[in-house]
């Protein structure tokens, strides 16, 4: 399931009223971004590391949305907004001290995914970059061996 334009507009709106309450001149404290996602109402929260609610919206899309994969589904929608606020350099302008996370967390807000990992020049869009890599790499070489 993709998101709607204005679902999209939505969230994206979240992540900015989120930044806006860190561009101040006074640096916080916050390590992490919990991003929790009702979805039995369609609600996003977005809480700091004290649980305040920095912002919330309603994702229609996301109302009684009960499949196997559904928190996958909303990683990958959320990380899609989040990617592009980040390469418009929305989310360097809050000041927080790096590093910090933004997470995608259960109605208990614990965690299910490391959305974004935001460290200076460096972030991680997903954890499973890995993934494979072995497999790739024994595939390479036994290619590369057969050609000698």
């Known amino acids: 399931?993709?998101?709607?334009?204005?679902?999209?507009?939505?969230?994206r709106k979240a992540i900015e009223s989120m930044t806006k309450r860190f561009t101040t001149t006074e640096e916080t404290t916050v390590t992490d971004f919990h991003f929790q996602v009702n979805t039995e109402n369609g609600n996003l929260t977005i809480y700091d590391d004290d649980d305040n609610v920095l912002a919330q919206t309603h994702i229609v899309e996301w109302e009684n949305f009960h499949t196997?994969?559904?928190?996958?589904?909303?990683?990958?929608?959320?990380?899609?907004?989040?990617?592009?606020?980040?390469?418009?350099?929305?989310?360097?302008?809050?000041?927080?001290?790096?590093?910090?996370?933004?997470?995608?967390v259960d109605e208990e807000k614990e965690t299910i995914v490391d959305l974004m990992y935001i460290d200076d020049d460096t972030y991680i869009l997903?954890?499973?970059?890995?993934?494979?890599?072995?497999?790739?790499?024994?595939?390479?070489?036994?290619?590369?061996?057969?050609?000698?």
Request: glycine share 2%; with cysteine; proline share 3%.
């Open 68 to 104: 196997e994969d559904c928190y996958a589904t909303i990683e990958t929608e959320i990380r899609a907004v989040l990617t592009r606020t980040h390469k418009e350099g929305m989310l360097d302008n809050m000041n927080v001290p790096k590093p910090y996370s933004c997470l995608l």
């Open 1 to 11: 399931m993709s998101l709607s334009k204005q679902s999209q507009a939505e969230l």
């Open 126 to 148: 997903n954890n499973d970059l890995l993934d494979g890599f072995n497999e790739e790499m024994d595939a390479f070489l036994k290619k590369l061996l057969e050609e000698e």
